[in-house]
């Protein structure tokens, strides 16, 4: 139990699950709400505070959901709105929270907003919620600006001409199946207004807000000075603030977000959103967790360092730096269903497990909330999905694997797929059969399993996380050592190629085997 009075998010271990892979109650290869609900003494007994499901809302399930045509349902697939609350509820008795996501930048093609804006034409009302353009250039033939979609080519779709040749093109950062909504248009905000209260009223403890950082746009749609590749794609992003990014990070989205914490304050029991925001630097997205705004941010850069002492330390210090003087608790992100899971990025195989073990736990030990992403608590890796059974839109658009391989879903038990993921039916992306050895049940109770290490981080966390102090102190150690001290325990992190000595104290949590009191490489440990 916390004795503390923070809000629970502060220090909250929140899992993220992804609704179609994490169990499937039904049997037919999809996840489920009831699904999930079946599994929820298992996230009690890892020891993780809260869930974030991801979009279980109705969707043609172009983008895995996050192009849903109606906010206030859930789609047949997933269950009923029923299956919502009794998650909700068997959730609470737990006493685990639960976040749900919100996408508010763009609906679904099947919206019925936008099936009514195809219908109604230029100039409608019903056109004005999202942003359709007339073409540029001669006849009108090119896209109304040079915009490219995050998921490939151009962000701007035709439609078909009118009986006197007049078009108009809509605007889709991301899928063409996609399109933005216009947040210029007060019934856009009215109707995210009703859809935070509609869940915040059947329970839900908060949101995670997709790419908090659109919604608006530049008022012109003014062409982007320097075209440079999407500015969602992980690699692109948190370097310097010098780009020239008209869709994203605009000023007008601060006060919407005051407009959400004075709507979630309204309620009791800390509601609270986290911001998805890709800005480019740290700095910007700071802005959105000022003390009138969303509480949290996902901190981007600690997924984004790299298997290095100096990178962590670095991004450490650069977290506090920037959430300071907003007075912001931070976050903490290795892997999600975006970005290749943490031990394939770290060098995969039993040294990139080895790294993936050593980041989580000096994540644990970090001041704030961490986000952990289903299946890493069982090392699981990345997977090559053969060709012919991806689904990422993003695949389509580019060609380039992006995200199919951190979705595959979740192995629970027995040897063979599908690992009691749901009935016999095969998911609908294939598990590897070499998982048989990393089911949950394969790792319980196993001494030095991945799992084994999670369960144990979580509960010696339990003991400082709330009550230790917030301040980090690095540790001035070997260039390839991450140390750091908070309050009672010491964290070391050996990122090197020889070990190195530990410091004295009682080992607390160790994420690989210690030898003759010392740290191998890629290991790191908790002293207290
Ligand atoms: C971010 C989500 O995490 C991602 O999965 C989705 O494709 C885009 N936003 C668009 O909604």
Redesign the pocket.
Known sequence: MRTSTAPWWRDAVVYQVYVRSFADANGDGLGDLPGITKRLPYLRDLGVDALWI?PFYPSPQH??G??VSDYLDVDPRFGTLADADALLTRAHQLGLRVVVDL?P??TSDQHEWFQQALAAGPGSPERDRFLFRKGRGRGRTQPPNNWTS??GGIAWEKLPEGPDGSTEWYLHL??RT?PDLNWRNPEVRAMFADVLRFWLDRGVDGFRV??AHGLFKDKALRDQRSAHPSS?HVESMLETDTKDEPMWDQPEVHDLYREWRRLLDSYDGDRMAVA?AWTQTPARTAAFVRPDELQQAFNFAWLLAKWDAGDLADCIRRTFATLDPVGASPTWVLS???VVRHATRYGGGKVGVARARAATLAMLALPGSAYLYQGEELGLESVDVPEELRQD??WFRTGKVW?DHCRVPMPWSGARPPFGFGGRKQPWLPMPSEWAALTVQAQTGKRGSTLELYRKALKVRRTFATSAPREVEILDRARSVLAFRRGPVTVVLNAGKRPVALPKGKVLVNSGRLADGKLPPDTAVWIG
């Open positions: 991801t983008d895995a996050y192009d996408v930048n763009h995050v998921f991301f899928d996609q997709d790419v969602q998805e999600n269903h975006d839109p993003a995200r």
